[in-house]
């Protein structure tokens, strides 16, 4: 319990709460001129935004595709839309439908309500899946592009320094097979050369 101590009275509490006032103020500037019956989904959306981009600095640390699938699968059981419980006719966040059909020990209600947030879940997925496709086909061709500056670079140093002769460590030395076609044609023109 002491470290957990040492780590409150490490934190710089009073300017948190300084930094709190002001999003508290700013926040209240923002909807002072928002109809009562909307700010429940102002705070909503407010505090989903707030969420997903806090959690992009967890999924950063996380391994590369377990740190994005993390983040669809918050964004899906935040964002995905459903009905009110008490008018259909309202959109509300499906996880709440879930929760309460769980609650209600409701499983057909619960798993009927899960399906969008499958749908968002599979969607982004699949998206994501599409762009680390073509995200790895332009990284790639950059770095083949890259490597062709590179030596283009380099040939164009020993051009310009006068060196036409490639040194050793410029050198590409290929790999041959002895019995290949080419060799052995070597092979006999110096046998018949040395008789």
């Known amino acids: 319990m002491d470290w957990l101590k040492n780590i409150l009275h490490s934190l710089p509490l009073e300017a948190i709460s300084d930094i709190l006032g002001e999003i508290a103020i700013w926040w209240g500037q923002l909807v002072k001129d928002v109809p009562v019956a909307d700010l429940p989904m102002y705070a909503y959306l407010g505090g989903v935004i707030i969420v997903l981009v806090l959690w992009l600095l967890v999924a950063r640390i996380l391994?590369?595709?377990?740190?994005?699938?993390?983040?669809?699968?918050?964004?899906?059981?935040?964002?995905a839309p459903g009905t009110a419980l008490d008018d259909p006719s309202v959109i509300a966040p499906a996880s709440i439908s879930v929760i309460?059909?769980?609650?209600?020990?409701?499983?057909?209600?619960?798993?009927?309500?899960?399906?969008?947030?499958?749908?968002?879940?599979?969607?982004?997925?699949?998206?994501?899946?599409?762009?680390?496709?073509?995200?790895?086909?332009?990284?790639?061709?950059?770095?083949?592009?890259?490597?062709?500056?590179?030596?283009?670079?380099?040939?164009?140093?020993?051009l310009a320094s006068g060196n036409y002769l490639a040194t050793e460590s410029d050198e590409v030395v290929p790999v041959e097979d002895i019995n290949s076609p080419i060799n052995l044609k070597k092979d006999t023109t110096v046998s018949k050369n040395n008789d």
């Open 100 to 158: 309460y059909a769980i609650m209600m020990k409701d499983t057909t209600g619960a798993i009927a309500n899960m399906l969008p947030i499958m749908v968002v879940l599979f969607v982004g997925l699949f998206v994501g899946f599409v762009w680390q496709l073509i995200r790895g086909a332009f990284e790639s061709s950059l770095d083949k592009a890259r490597s062709r500056t590179a030596q283009y670079a380099q040939a164009n140093m020993q």
């Open 63 to 79: 391994p590369r595709p377990l740190g994005g699938m993390s983040w669809m699968i918050l964004f899906a059981v935040l964002l």
